[in-house]
């Protein structure tokens, strides 16, 4: 496609329930990034994935955030047993993943936990 | 470890004047890049400027150029002759370079109002 893409724009769940986020990344990027942006807040980093190597899930802030990634293409941020204090945008970004280049976002999922 | 410093959560300028918008960053690594992001009310994340580590200028883009100080870790955004839709929240943000491992993380941000 000619960006990247993300399902569904947006989502209203029920405290614990559980959510899964999609991202369509630019076709031939290598590098994903997963982002959580609180209101009026900057951008948190959750996960990055680079081609074959393991992902770096430095940023998930608990056990209940997961995310997957296909190859090279479409990623999946999963989050469990929701809580309020999910509710967020969470915007995915793709880039090239060689060397010095930007990186492209999507228009993000707003989560809305009630 | 990697970190990006924007000590203004707010900026003000007037319309057709010069802003300078803070960011000092922390790294190990010997090569780097740096980025600012504008996001408007809008949400959508657009792409400023760039300046890697080893540059030798300062980047520029049009309106923007990125005063890059390295020995002081910092990474400035100048937009001179502001203009009303520059009002947007700012983000600076850092990769690094080294063996294809390129994470990026962001600053807190800065938004900027521009008054007529």
């Known amino acids: 496609g000619a960006g990247v893409s993300q399902s569904p724009s947006n989502k209203v769940t029920e405290k614990g329930k559980d959510v899964e986020l999609r991202c369509d990344p630019i076709?031939?990027?290598?590098?994903l990034y997963w982002y959580r942006q609180r209101l009026g807040q900057g951008l948190e980093f959750l996960i990055y994935?680079?081609?074959?190597?393991?992902?770096?899930k430095s940023g998930l802030p608990s056990d209940r955030f997961s995310a997957e990634r296909t190859g090279e293409s479409v990623s999946t941020l999963t989050i469990q047993r929701t809580q309020q204090e999910d509710s967020a945008v969470y915007l995915c970004?793709?880039?090239?993943?060689?060397?010095?280049?930007?990186?492209?976002f999507g228009q993000g999922t707003r989560l809305t936990v009630v | 470890a990697q970190k990006i410093t924007q000590t203004q959560p707010g900026m003000f300028v007037q319309e057709k004047e010069a802003v300078t918008l803070d960011c000092t960053y922390d790294?190990?690594?010997?090569?780097?890049?740096l980025f600012w992001y504008k996001q408007p009310s809008s949400g959508e994340m657009i792409f400023l400027i760039y300046?890697?580590?080893?540059?030798?200028q300062n980047a520029t883009e049009g309106r923007y150029s990125l005063n890059f100080q390295k020995a002081r870790k910092s990474a400035n955004l100048v937009i001179s002759a502001s203009q009303l839709g520059d009002s947007a929240m700012y983000f600076c943000a850092m990769s690094p370079l080294s063996g294809g491992y390129n994470k990026l993380i962001f600053g807190a941000g800065t938004r900027l109002a521009v008054h007529p």
């Open positions: 300046q890697g580590s080893y540059d030798q």
């Open positions: 790294t190990s690594d010997p090569s780097y890049g």
């Open positions: 076709s031939g990027h290598t590098a």
């Open positions: 994935f680079q081609g074959n190597s393991a992902p770096d």
């Open positions: 970004a793709s880039s090239l993943g060689q060397g010095p280049d930007e990186a492209f």
